[in-house]
Nanobody, 125 residues
Framework: QVQLVESGGGSVQPGGSLRLSCAASRPTSSSFCMGWFRQVTGKERERVASIYTLAASTAYADSVKGRFTISQDNAKNTLVLIMNSLKPEDAAMYYC??????????????????WGQGTQVTVSS
């Protein structure tokens, strides 16, 4: 079992920035992929960003491209999401996810092996 613990959520004004972190209990260097999903109550869960460890590649939802950056610090076993130019529509519960089985994609929620508990992001003036 892998534990994922998110931190860094909070309240920010539109246009502001936040840095989310996710500490993993297993070496992130051994992951196939990691990422972030978000969900607003009553709406479908949305993939925000993914990072593929061996390929060193990233993928983003169109809605966050150019504003969010995902990265992985394997020395600290931490996944980071830097969110800039935040908009009210970015407000949601953000979840860290990880897959360690090779080939198990992080793009869809149904294929995720491990989820964190979530951290709330609020964007309002």
């Amino acid at each position: 079992q892998v534990q994922l613990v998110e931190s860094g959520g909070g309240s920010v004004q539109p246009g502001g920035s936040l840095r989310l972190s996710c500490a993993a209990s297993r070496p992130t260097s051994s992951s196939f992929c990691m990422g972030w999903f978000r969900q607003v109550t009553g709406k479908e869960r949305e993939r925000v960003a993914s990072i593929y460890t061996l390929a060193a590649s990233t993928a983003y939802a169109d809605s966050v491209k150019g504003r969010f950056t995902i990265s992985q610090d394997n020395a600290k076993n931490t996944l980071v999401l830097i969110m800039n130019s935040l908009k009210p529509e970015d407000a949601a519960m953000y979840y860290c996810v990880a897959n360690f089985r090779v080939g198990k994609d992080c793009a869809t929620g149904s294929s995720i092996e491990y989820w964190g508990q979530g951290t709330q992001v609020t964007v309002s003036s």
